[in-house]
């Protein structure tokens, strides 16, 4: 993708994002206390399970797009080393950065970059990048993206992957949720009616743009940008809030994936 395009979207993603902040603090107001807790985790039973198998303890760690930082957090109070978190929307680092003061953590820091502009430094500092539900689909250049993921990464780091099953793409929310298009479809969707996942509560926004990315697109952006695929799991469980009814079908598709990969030395 031309690097100008590419720019323009990510911006206004971004622009979008900051606009919705507000109103996620305003939902995660329980957070202000809950992250001071000891054993605070937002990681779900899979992530933690792969957490266990890698054992972060004192591992230094990224968290691409990191939002408000719980997920990041959570790393830290299971015994991370130095943790750092990335996001480009500034409303959301100063979120991230007030949970982190409120949680009384050290050896943590939150930073403002578009993941496509980050600076040379970042380079090869890391044991272990983190990615967690709702950021492949707001990349509009996967391979780029992967080969940022793969250069913040030590030889022989891990990149952890946490994801929505891309096959729901195909499905419209509804009652029930629907098939209603291709898989293959590389449209990018445009969307102002809000990025409220909480409560899916409607409000006029600045546009945003999502893009479709397939399973395969995604093992191979990463398989390109130097990372050896070690573990793949397909979920049957609702991750992402998103079409969550197809969960109790009978005939349900997979709505989540997780994924580690190593960078090869």
Not at 41 to 60: A, Q, R, W
Not at 77 to 106: M, R, T, V, W, Y
Request: proline residues 4%; hydrophobic residues 40%.
């Amino acid at each position: 993708m031309d690097i100008h395009d590419l720019l323009n979207y990510t911006q206004q993603n971004l622009a979008s994002w900051d606009e919705a902040a507000p109103l996620h603090a305003g939902i995660n107001q329980h957070l202000l206390q809950e992250v001071s807790r000891a054993d605070y985790s937002n990681l779900d039973p899979h992530l933690t399970d792969l957490m266990d198998e890698v054992d972060i303890t004192g591992l230094s760690c990224v968290q691409i797009c990191c939002n408000n930082g719980i997920d990041l957090i959570s790393l830290k109070k299971k015994g991370a080393g130095n943790c750092l978190g990335i996001d480009g929307s500034p409303a959301f680092i100063k979120q991230a950065q007030e949970l982190a003061e409120l949680a009384g953590l050290k050896e943590i820091s939150f930073v403002r970059h578009n993941i496509y502009e980050l600076p040379a430094g970042y380079q090869g500092q890391f044991d272990v990048a983190l990615i967690t539900v709702g950021v492949l689909n707001w990349m509009p250049d996967l391979t780029r993206f992967m080969k940022v993921c793969a250069s913040l990464l030590k030889p022989g780091g891990r990149l952890i992957m946490e994801e929505i099953h891309p096959i729901l793409s195909m499905y419209v929310e509804g009652e029930p949720s629907h098939i209603g298009a291709s898989y293959f479809d590389k449209t990018p969707y445009e969307d102002e009616n809000g990025l409220d996942y909480f409560n899916a509560t409607q409000y006029k926004a600045k546009k945003n743009f999502w893009f479709n990315h397939s399973l395969s697109e995604i093992l191979m952006s990463a398989l390109n940008a130097g990372l050896q695929l070690q573990h793949i799991e397909e979920l049957a469980e609702n991750i992402g809030n998103y079409c969550a009814d197809l969960e109790q079908a009978e005939n349900n598709p997979p709505l989540g994936f997780t994924a580690v990969w190593n960078k090869r030395d």
